[in-house]
């Protein structure tokens, strides 16, 4: 089993084990302290993907391998009992005019109007690529053993890279242009300005960003590639740094007590889609998990919770009535939670108040019913933040965490159309660590943050 949250195997005895120290290696850990000797050279890492490759195909291999089929029985004929399909036909309305008259076709769409079919994507053969060399690299960069490597982290890292392609492209060539030229006077200061602040990288995080390579340049003459790789130092520094002021630098459920995460963020952030991903995610890494639907306010939220809930095979406690009290499902939700002694609680909050007091006066009574009903529980709020607002989402970013206690950010929609920068702004600006991160509408498209595959991505063309 791979636990997503550790970034790492475990047995069924590991996994029972408490949350890991932070010394160990995990996804907000550079490559400074890697678990192995990572290989050094070009010729070295193209031989560790291949390594890597090799390995994963035969893994493929093994767990498609044929097994014994029974002896083949000759079916009974049924044929004589199968019932003809029944259509039922309307009889035209006497004296209504055709425009006039019922059809049986809108019923049917009523009916069905929740029932969202899900088409999954069919899985692309794994290929030996530039991108899996290039995933491959940057796991081995980070200490990792070419023989743990699996499909699904090389599959994340090829969609992370391409998420973030745009700004990769808009950004690399011009920046190496720009400091390989020396130290930077006022032009290029003026033109890689222009360039961060394109990147939705935020006013502060730009002027830190230019302050430091500056400094760096002044010190000594870089080459372009040497250049971009202390930006990237820079950059990882300030992804890290809110991860300074807190304790669990792994962000993971623990065993032995309830773990209760709220998420919050306005309507069309994500935010269902990223509690049915959370939850698939916890299931696929050893950890029971139950949702509680209690976004009541919004239309059809509480059926899209459900769909999310059967994707992922995550059981959903909700209220059949509309317009029901949040609160009452969160209490429905940890009583649910302590009877099946289940290890995370994820919490759909409305995304949909007037303003602030709203918010703040809704979320301080969840947060009472929860310290009332489960006061021993790990209490985390996770904002669920879109990429592709930049600015915007981060003036959002700023009401909520004046409203609530939050652990951190869930940064959604980095699929192409979204600019990576607007990491950094809420990194500097609000001091919010980056927990997880979204690449894709797929429910293998969320991934715990690290900000070394992160840099990588963005920079390293």
């Not at 006066?361 to 009903?373: C, G, P, Q, S, Y």
């Not at 529980?377 to 003036?395: F, Y």
């Not at 409203?403 to 159309?417: E, I, R, Y």
Request: proline residues 6%; contains cysteine; negative net charge.
């Amino acid at each position: 089993m791979f636990n997503w949250f550790r970034r790492q195997k475990e047995t069924p005895t590991q996994a029972e084990e408490q949350t890991p120290t932070p010394e160990q290696v995990t996804p907000e850990t550079p490559a400074s302290e890697p678990e192995s000797e990572a290989p050094k050279e070009p010729d070295e890492y193209l031989n560790w993907a291949k390594t890597a490759f090799k390995n994963i195909q035969q893994r493929k291999s093994e767990e498609i391998a044929p097994t014994p089929q029974p002896e083949a029985t000759t079916p009974p004929d049924t044929s004589e009992t199968v019932p003809e399909p029944v259509v039922q036909v309307s009889e035209p309305e006497e004296g209504v005019p055709a425009w006039m008259r019922k059809s049986d076709r809108l019923d049917i769409l009523k009916e069905t109007a929740t029932e969202t079919p899900t088409i999954e994507e069919e899985a692309k053969p794994l290929s030996f690529d530039d991108d899996f060399v290039w995933s491959a690299q940057v796991l081995a960069k980070q200490g990792r053993a070419a023989e743990d490597v699996t499909e699904a982290e090389i599959n994340w890292l090829k969609r992370l890279r391409e998420g973030l392609g745009k700004t990769r492209r808009s950004l690399v060539n011009q920046l190496k242009a720009i400091v390989g030229q020396g130290p930077l006077n006022e032009d290029a200061v003026m033109e890689i300005e222009a360039l961060l602040l394109q990147a939705d990288v935020g006013i502060e995080a730009t002027d830190y960003i230019i302050e430091a390579l500056q400094g760096k340049l002044r010190e000594e003459s870089l080459p372009p590639e040497q250049a971009i790789e202390y930006l990237k130092e820079i950059i990882r520094e300030i992804l890290d740094r809110p991860l300074k002021n807190v304790d669990n630098i792994t962000f993971e459920p623990e065993k032995e007590v309830l773990n209760i995460w709220l998420l919050t963020g306005v309507n069309g952030a994500g935010k269902t889609t990223t509690i049915g991903k959370l939850a698939h995610m916890a299931n696929q890494s050893g950890y029971s998990c139950l949702i509680a639907a209690a976004d009541t306010f919004r239309a059809a939220a509480v059926e899209q919770v459900k769909i999310w809930g059967e994707r992922s095979g995550t059981e959903v406690i909700a209220n059949p009535g509309k317009n029901t009290d949040p609160a009452a499902v969160v209490f429905d939700g940890i009583s649910a939670a302590q009877s099946r002694q289940v290890d995370l609680l994820l919490v759909d909050t409305a995304g949909r108040l007037q303003n602030k007091k709203n918010l703040m006066d809704e979320l301080a009574k969840i947060r009472r019913i929860v310290d009332k009903k489960a006061p021993n529980a790990k209490v985390e709020s996770l904002l669920v933040l879109d990429a592709t607002l930049g600015q915007n989402g981060l003036r959002q970013a700023q009401v909520f965490s004046e409203a609530a206690k939050l652990s951190g950010v869930v940064l959604t929609k980095l699929d192409g159309t979204a600019k990576g920068g607007v990491a950094l702004a809420v990194a500097q600006q609000l001091n919010l660590p980056i927990r997880f991160i979204g690449a894709g509408e797929g429910i293998e498209d969320l991934r715990p943050f690290s900000s070394y595959e992160f840099v990588e991505a963005l920079l390293n063309g």
